[in-house]
Nanobody, 121 residues
Framework: QVQLVESGGGLVQAGGSLRLSCAAS????MGWFRQAPGKEREPVAA????????YYAGSEKGRFTISRDTAKNTVYLQMNSLKPEDTAVYYC??????????????????WGQGTQVTVSS
């Protein structure tokens, strides 16, 4: 059983930055997803257990950076130039093995409780 504890969400003005953290109890492939009200959960980024391979979805690449500290078993999502449309609950997720489809929520075995990110205009 892998436990995930997220932190770092909050309220920020457009153009600002936030860093989300997800502490994991084991070494796994990790992903970040987000879900806005009335919308489906969508992928944001993912990273291999070693941290050497990263994946990004859509327009977040260039604004968001995923990284991990393997010694601390913690994954980070640095979010810069935030926009109101980035407002959502952000979830970290862990997969016991490297998924063939990192964007697919069903590929992950464990989920964090979610952290709210609100970007005001």
């Amino acid at each position: 059983q892998v436990q995930l504890v997220e932190s770092g969400g909050g309220l920020v003005q457009a153009g600002g930055s936030l860093r989300l953290s997800c502490a994991a109890s084991g070494r796994t492939f990790m992903g970040w997803f987000r879900q806005a009200p009335g919308k489906e959960r969508e992928p944001v980024a993912a990273i291999s257990w070693s941290g050497t391979t990263t994946y990004y979805a859509g327009s977040e690449k260039g604004r968001f950076t995923i990284s991990r500290d393997t010694a601390k078993n913690t994954v980070y999502l640095q979010m810069n130039s935030l926009k109101p449309e980035d407002t959502a609950v952000y979830y970290c997720a862990a997969a016991r093995t490297r998924p063939t489809g990192w964007r697919i929520p069903e590929s992950y075995n464990y989920w964090g409780q979610g952290t709210q990110v609100t970007v005001s205009s």
